[in-house]
């Protein structure tokens, strides 16, 4: 039985380690967006610069919320395995 658990705590450890993967891997495209726009918008004025910071502006807050997400997920995922195979 303890085997098994600890398989099963291992198995877990690795679902949590690929998401953060997953995570860290948007996180990087959406800050990777960030750059684009912010470059693109030294190009052009007006109306449409404001649009790009604007779109810009929006994938730094994707980009921040995906961190805290990666940063919850490090903090709890022992917490969260230890719980739930009490």
Known sequence: METQTLKTKVELLEEILNTNNYLAE???????????????SKYVDGREKENLLRLASKFEEIHMNIMKAMEVIRTNSFELIYEKHK
């Open 26 to 40: 948007a996180s990087g495209i959406s800050q990777a967006w960030v750059d684009i726009l912010e470059i693109d």
